[in-house]
Every structure is written in structure tokens, then in C-alpha cells.
């Protein structure tokens, strides 16, 4: 297996326009989870999924943040209306349920809002 | 909630001198407690975990951390650096209740000096 993989790697767009970033967890793994890292910062959590259904959710996940996982595959974030404030490291992470206490990461993509 | 502090936001020292990264964490329930380590253009990989059991804990390329409940602290070590461990190390916890995310530090950056 090669692990968990993020597309794109690198994103830069402009203020207003919006995004969409994929990530293939590891393909046993049925969970899958995403999250922010700013500059000079650890990685926060956004939201995660068990399968298909998304179980929970941050309060840094507003409204403009969408995150789906339709067939318990592959997820996609959309964020619309992107701000400055949204240019981060967006982190893309996978476990199996029985093994939650070890999430494997992808590479990440990074987005500049420009 | 649960909270991760590493103090020192860099560290720099001479190879094969021996390095300690502090991590203090503050919850009111039990955690696993985690190092994970980004080296540079690379994402983010579990280094060690506690889980139970043994307070000591050791990864493959000779770190180790200790679990201190009393102290609320899980400082990684290591005896003798080398250049290759130059690198970013964040310390995190998740509830052992319900472990999905994790609660990272805000990471160590760790230089190495020839």
C-alpha cells in the first residue's frame, strides 16, 4: 500500500474563489480524518469520518467548509468564498477503527489564498 | 478539553550531544499520549505512543519518552543526536474514551549543528 495520498499538493488561488482538495486514506482504513496546520503551528483538528458518516466536526470548520466522504472511499474539503485566513497546510489523516490511536498522515496540500 | 504545551519552539544542538524536548499536557481524563515527527518536506510520522503499561516508551531510531502522570509531562530523549534527526517534533494527545482526533503541541523545532 502507498499510503495516504492528498491531491493537490500545492494550491494557490485567489480571495473569493472557492477549492476543492481530495484524500485517499489507506484502503483498509475506515476512518479518516482532516486537519488545518498554520505556520509556526501544530496541526488542529477539522472533522473526521468512520466510513461514510461524518461524526464529528470542529468549531474552525465554518459554514464555508465542506467535507464529504460519499462511498467510505476517498474524501473531498471544499471550502467556498476563501479568505486570506484559510492559507494553511490542510492535512489529510487515516486509521482502522480498531486502531484509532494510530492515524497514518498524507503529504498535505498546501493552499495560499492570495 | 484536553491541551498540549511545548515550551521550547526551538532547540539547537551539537550532534551526538544529548537533547530533551519538554511536553506538558492538561486533561481531566485518561490520554494516550504521542511524538510525532515532520522532517523537512515530508509529512507527519508517529514516532512513539503511549498507550499503557510501561511509563518508557522508545522508537526505532533511539528517542524515548516518559509517560509522568504526576507531572502531567511526556519529554522525549535522546542519549546522542545526528544530523538526520533535524526536524519538527510535536507532542499530542487523544481521549482514551473516544479516541478520533488528536490535540496536537504547537512543535520543537529540533537543529542539528555539525
Known amino acids: 500500500d502507498t499510503g495516504v495520498s492528498q491531491d493537490p499538493r500545492h494550491k494557490i488561488t485567489k480571495r473569493g474563489q472557492n477549492v476543492t482538495f481530495r484524500c485517499d486514506p489507506i484502503s483498509e482504513h475506515n476512518r479518516l480524518y482532516w486537519y488545518r496546520q498554520t505556520l509556526g503551528q501544530g496541526p488542529e483538528f477539522l472533522t473526521y469520518?468512520?466510513?461514510?458518516?461524518?461524526?464529528?466536526k470542529s468549531r474552525l470548520l465554518s459554514d464555508r467548509f465542506s467535507a464529504e466522504r460519499p462511498k467510505g472511499s476517498f474524501s473531498t474539503l471544499e471550502i467556498q468564498r476563501t479568505e486570506q485566513g484559510d492559507s494553511a497546510m490542510y492535512l489529510c489523516?487515516?486509521?482502522?477503527?480498531?486502531?484509532?490511536?494510530?492515524?497514518?498522515f498524507g503529504p498535505g496540500t498546501r493552499l495560499t489564498v492570495t | 478539553a484536553q491541551s498540549v504545551t511545548q515550551l521550547d519552539s526551538q532547540v539547537p544542538v551539537f550532534e551526538e550531544a544529548p537533547v530533551e524536548l519538554r511536553c506538558n499536557y492538561s486533561s481531566s481524563v485518561s490520554v494516550y499520549l504521542f511524538w510525532y515527527v515532520q522532517y523537512p518536506n515530508q509529512g507527519l510520522q508517529l514516532l512513539l505512543k503511549y498507550l499503557s503499561g510501561s511509563t518508557l516508551v522508545e522508537s526505532i531510531n533511539g528517542f524515548e519518552a516518559e509517560f509522568n502522570k504526576s507531572q502531567t509531562s511526556f519529554h522525549l530523549r535522546k542519549p546522542s543526536v545526528h544530523i538526520s534527526d533535524t526536524a519538527e517534533y510535536f507532542c499530542a494527545v487523544s481521549k482514551v474514551s473516544s479516541a478520533s482526533k488528536i490535540i496536537f503541541g504547537s512543535g520543537t523545532r529540533l537543529s542539528i549543528r555539525p
Open positions: 489523516a487515516s486509521s482502522a477503527s480498531d486502531r484509532v490511536d494510530e492515524q497514518y
Open positions: 469520518f468512520q466510513n461514510e458518516a461524518q461524526l464529528e
